[in-house]
């Protein structure tokens, strides 16, 4: 699994014009995306990655600050863009293993007493945010070799 963790000042997503999920204060926007082979056990290592992250003010965590999570899927984490120009997405899980997957890594979020709001899975989807910094972090787990 991935995730592109973004310190944010602000951040939503709307679907249809309609905001579905919205940081309620400054946080972290996740960007996340499941392979073919992850597991649930995958969810539940990398939200505790992100939680435990020190990318917030004074090298705190999420953990340490009780900060939001906006948190959306997004399968173009695995974009396969060695060849051409025309991304392949075979790398990415399709929906019958990513959407459970991406539910239980918001789950494991919460068991850790996080506040998440989320997009729609598989829909259309416009995310705002004001990247604080910006600081950018992509984690993997497993991690890559």
């Given at each position: 699994?991935?995730?592109?963790?973004?310190?944010?000042?602000?951040?939503?997503?709307?679907?249809?014009?309609?905001?579905?999920?919205?940081?309620?204060?400054?946080?972290?926007?996740?960007?996340?995306?499941?392979?073919?082979?992850?597991?649930?056990?995958?969810?539940v290592e990398l939200a505790r990655k992100s939680h435990g992250l020190r990318i917030l003010a004074d090298e705190t965590s999420a953990a340490d600050r009780d900060a939001p999570f906006l948190v959306v899927s997004q399968f173009t984490l695995y974009a396969d863009t060695r060849k051409g120009r025309r991304p392949s997405w075979s790398a990415a899980a399709p929906r019958p293993v990513s959407e459970p997957l991406v539910e239980a890594y918001i789950r494991a979020l919460r068991d850790l007493g996080a506040h998440?709001?989320?997009?729609?899975?598989?829909?259309?989807?416009?995310?705002?945010?004001?990247n604080d910094g910006p600081v950018t972090v992509l984690l993997e787990v497993p991690a890559p070799r």
């Open positions: 699994m991935r995730a592109l963790v973004q310190r944010a000042l602000s951040g939503e997503v709307r679907v249809a014009g309609e905001v579905v999920g919205r940081l309620p204060r400054p946080g972290l926007v996740v960007l996340v995306g499941v392979a073919h082979a992850d597991t649930g056990a995958h969810a998440v709001e989320t997009g729609i899975f598989g829909a259309n989807m416009q995310v705002e945010l004001v």
